[in-house]
Each structure stands twice: as structure tokens, then as C-alpha cells.
């Protein structure tokens, strides 16, 4: 663990640009995005329909629900799409060398 409870996820060269992998922190499901070189991390659960965002798609900086297309914003957690209408949560996110950090959902 880092300082100020942000927790490694993982490492840089793990994530090219335009992938995401689903990380857990505690018992939040969180879905790690590289877009354009930059990391974002945002709820890996729709929600709509409360699918794993990471088995869906990711087309630039948009996360597609495997389930019935919703979309959000990887980077400001916003819904874009119907039927998704609720936001997600955005994590903050530190990185150290290769490593990622991500800081948990206060409380």
C-alpha cells in the first residue's frame, strides 16, 4: 500500500492505450482504463443493470455495458447512453514509476 491509503493495481506497461482491466479494492469492483496514455479508474458495475463494465467495450473514451449498450465516460464516470442514467464513481489514481495506484471510495 501506498501512502494516503492508495492501494497498486497495477503497472503501467500491464494497460496499453485503448485497454481496460477490472481491479478490486476491498469490496469495490474497479475498472482501470488507459485512454491516451492517461489512467482512469471508474465502478466496473453499469449502473443499469449492474454488469461487469469490463467485459464490454471500450471505443476511446467510452465504456460500453455488455448487457444493453449503455455507455459511460471513462474519465468522468457520467452516463452517456440509455439506459444507463445514473453516474459511476471516480477513483483517484496515482502513478509511481510502472506502478498504479488507486485511492479507495471515502467513506
Same mark, same amino acid.
Request: glycine share 10%; hydrophobic share 40%; charged share 20%.
Given at each position: 500500500?501506498? $501512502? *494516503?491509503? +492508495?492501494?497498486? =493495481? #497495477?503497472? =503501467? *506497461? ?11 479494492? !476491498?469490496? $469495490?469492483?474497479?475498472? @482501470? ?5 492517461? +489512467?482512469? #479508474?471508474? $465502478? ?15 471505443? !476511446?473514451? &467510452? =465504456?460500453?455495458?455488455? @448487457?444493453? !449498450?449503455? *455507455? ?13 442514467? &445514473?453516474?459511476?464513481?471516480? +477513483?483517484?489514481?496515482?502513478? &509511481?514509476?510502472?506502478?498504479? +495506484? =488507486?485511492?479507495?471510495? #471515502?467513506?
Amino acid at each position: 500500500m501506498a $501512502d *494516503s491509503g +492508495f492501494i497498486k =493495481v #497495477a503497472q =503501467v *506497461s500491464e494497460l496499453k492505450t485503448g485497454e481496460m482491466i477490472a481491479v478490486t479494492i !476491498g469490496d $469495490d469492483q474497479v475498472l @482501470l482504463t488507459n485512454i491516451d496514455g492517461n +489512467f482512469h #479508474a471508474i $465502478d466496473d458495475v453499469c449502473s443499469h443493470a449492474y454488469a461487469c463494465l469490463s467485459d464490454g467495450d471500450i471505443n !476511446g473514451g &467510452e =465504456v460500453e455495458c455488455p @448487457l444493453h !449498450g449503455g *455507455s459511460f465516460n471513462a474519465i468522468t464516470g457520467a452516463a452517456m447512453n440509455p439506459p444507463a442514467e &445514473e453516474p459511476l464513481r471516480v +477513483f483517484q489514481i496515482k502513478i &509511481e514509476g510502472d506502478d498504479i +495506484f =488507486v485511492a479507495p471510495p #471515502a467513506n
